[in-house]
């Protein structure tokens, strides 16, 4: 059968060198030429975030589970938390915060927009809190924050930044140290284009400076960020399993990140973004996201009359193209596309050009010369 066009935000189509990884046999988890790919992997993390400083970690699970193992291991009880909210995945931050017994407060723009830097000043003021929770490209929306500006306005009233880049890094820029990130966290489905289950993060001195001096030890086994500290520094020693072949996986992936170039990765994820907003502009569907807050990872654009669902079926049946219905409430007035991983100028061409068939055969629009909007921006990726 012929591999479908995945467009949903994750988990990203795979490279046939990422495929290969995944049908080595098996080995064991202290294997010295495992020891060494694990170590490899953790060293290109470093990469990826950009960090010199901060210290990388791979954990098995996704990437809520390290949105859990950082909450559980920065926070105690009633430390006070603020959470930008701009779509679910904020939403969820703040959630978790909340079962492990912090106070959350949180700052939730209109749909669509991120809050303005005057109105985060004014909350950070308002009251001392010990960390600031952002997503910088939210899922649901395809809203993108200013990490750059959120944390150095956190850095401004010593509140840790704590950043859930999971549809963010290896697409679009972030630059932990120069930026002065405390916390940021991926997972490996997602820009990285390597098979979901592993969640990857980098933590920075101060980070490991407020874990050292809690009064309360961390509440859990499994996501004790200091316990799993020395599986990080050497990934021969054990605490639980790792899953060998996903990280034998994501290490492909990550050097294939490298060999790219970051700086190369992030245009080309720019130029697709552009053209296939182009395109759905040209069909004359309205973003989810307001301009000049639309990541160049994820695009979110209403179906008009709630029909998010037909259109969504017959880009499958017809094209094999499978996008994303919006999230829970979002469910049938949206569609959700995943631009990142190893997608290519060729693959958002199909894109555009199925969407222009499918939305006139369905009445949706009666618009033409998507195409040729998108190649606008396209034709400067020529292979
Ligand atoms: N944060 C964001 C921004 C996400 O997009 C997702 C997954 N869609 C998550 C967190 C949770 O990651 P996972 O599903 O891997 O647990």
Redesign the pocket.
């Known amino acids: 059968m012929k591999e479908e066009l995945l467009f949903i935000?994750?988990p990203t189509m795979l490279s046939a060198r990422v495929l290969n990884a995944m049908s080595r046999p098996q080995q064991g988890h202290l294997d010295p030429s495992f020891v060494k790919t694990f170590s490899e992997a953790l060293e290109l993390t470093k990469y990826l975030f950009q960090t010199k400083e901060g210290l990388p970690y791979i954990l098995t699970?996704?990437?809520?589970?390290?949105?859990e193992a950082v909450i559980v291991s920065l926070l105690e009880p009633d430390d006070r938390v603020l959470v930008i909210d701009t779509?679910?995945?904020g939403e969820?931050f703040g959630t978790i915060a909340g079962i492990h017994g912090a106070s959350v407060d949180v700052i939730k723009p209109e749909l669509g927009r991120t809050p303005t830097l005057d109105e985060l000043e004014r909350k950070l003021s308002s009251s001392k809190y010990k960390a600031l929770f952002v997503?910088?490209?939210?899922?649901?929306t395809g809203v993108v924050n200013s990490i750059k500006e959120v944390a150095s306005t956190a850095k401004k009233y010593d509140v840790l930044s704590v950043v859930?880049?999971?549809?963010?890094v290896g697409g679009i820029e972030l630059l932990f140290d120069e930026w002065s990130v405390d916390v940021a966290?991926?997972?490996?489905?997602?820009a990285i284009a390597a098979p979901?289950g592993l969640?990857l993060a980098v933590l920075s001195k101060k980070a490991f400076e407020v874990m050292n001096s809690r009064k309360v030890p961390i509440r859990s086994y499994y996501m004790d960020l200091l316990r799993w500290k020395k599986v990080m520094e050497n990934p021969g020693i054990y605490i639980a399993t790792p899953a060998v072949n996903l990280i034998n996986a994501l290490k492909e992936a990550l050097s294939e990140v490298r060999e790219e170039g970051l700086e190369k990765r992030w245009l080309r994820h720019r130029i697709i973004a552009e053209g296939i907003r182009a395109g759905i502009d040209a069909l004359g569907f309205r973003f989810v996201a307001e301009a000049g807050h639309r990541a160049d990872t994820?695009t979110a654009f209403y179906v008009p009359d709630n029909r998010a669902g037909e259109l969504h079926a017959r880009l499958k049946s017809q094209f094999n193209i499978q996008l994303a219905k919006g999230l829970y409430e979002y469910r049938d007035m949206m569609l959700r596309i995943g631009h990142f991983g190893i997608i290519s100028a060729n693959d958002a061409v199909a894109l555009v050009a199925a969407l222009e068939i499918a939305s006139n055969d369905l009445g949706l629009t009666n618009k033409k010369g998507t195409v040729d909007e998108a190649m606008k921006y396209l034709e400067k990726l020529k292979p």
Not at 185 to 190: A, D, E, V
């Open positions: 935000p994750g699970g996704s990437g809520t589970l390290m949105m779509g679910h995945f969820r997503t910088h490209v939210d899922t649901a859930d880049s999971v549809c963010g966290l991926t997972g490996s489905q997602k979901p969640s994820i």
